[in-house]
């Protein structure tokens, strides 16, 4: 169950909170491999729009009897997919009034749920953060997407970024157990910020060994294995499609 992810898909209990993300990615890629079988990829921003204002609607009729069917729906974190991928269509269509429109939309229903899940969380608790402080985070972070799809980068740039984005998740799964452990173990000899500060710089160096010696080897294979399944299910959807009409 701990290594097919099973738990994270089906709420069940978490070898490691760190790994919370994770469900909603899952069920988010699984979403896109069953729009890519069905042939509708052109219209994967539309679809998750559609999820949102549907969760928004069963998440204000009733919380906890819909509870299930807003986990499927990807409710609180519909709107941030549904940003990134508008703003990945703007970057392939160019501007338009009705991408703009869906894209801030999403930005403001992302306000709101993203809200609602610090409530949830209780990252919020004892905080006066409102929807301006959640909105200027947004922006913020869209912003920051913008100028990566838009500059133009050097070869010498590309190898940071992808060294950067190789670590970043090694470090993502390893910091909040391995990190808290190595803290508590060091804080009594050396203290709590010193622990902190070399805990860090630990868990950074062993995600880039991981980068470097791992992904980089068999990251490559992975990719080529998916591919050969996207295709696949693509040409599945495509077959089923034409033999309907």
């Not at 409710?75 to 269509?89: E, N, Q, T």
């Not at 409102?130 to 922006?139: A, D, F, Q, T």
């Not at 100028?147 to 133009?152: G, I, L, N, Q, T």
């Amino acid at each position: 169950r701990a290594v097919s992810f099973f738990p994270l898909i089906a709420d069940g209990p978490m070898i490691d909170g760190a790994y919370w993300s994770l469900k909603f990615e899952l069920r988010f890629y699984l979403l896109v491999a069953v729009v890519i079988w069905l042939g509708g990829f052109r219209y994967l921003p539309e679809i998750l729009v559609a999820m949102v204002v549907t969760s928004l609607v069963l998440f204000k009729v009733g919380e906890v009897q819909f509870q299930p069917v807003l986990g499927a729906l990807l409710f609180p974190h519909a709107p941030m997919f549904a940003v990134g991928v508008l703003i990945y269509r703007l970057k392939l269509q160019g501007v338009t009034l009705w991408n703009l429109f869906l894209l801030a939309a999403c930005v403001a229903a992302a306000t709101k749920t993203e809200r609602q899940w610090f409530r949830w969380t209780g990252f919020q608790e004892g905080t006066q953060s409102g929807n301006l402080e959640v909105l200027i985070v947004l922006l913020v972070c869209v912003l920051t997407v913008f100028v990566a799809f838009s500059v133009k980068f050097g070869e010498g740039h590309f190898a940071v970024a992808r060294a950067l984005g190789g670590i970043s998740f090694p470090l993502y799964l390893s910091h909040q157990l391995i990190g808290f452990e190595l803290i508590d173990a060091w804080s009594g000899t050396i203290g709590q910020a010193a622990a902190t500060a070399v805990a860090a710089g630990v868990l950074v160096a062993f995600s880039f060994l991981v980068f470097a010696f791992v992904e980089r080897r068999y990251a490559p294979v992975l990719r080529r294995a998916a591919k050969t399944g996207l295709d696949r299910i693509a040409g599945a959807g495509a077959r089923g499609l034409g033999s309907g009409g």
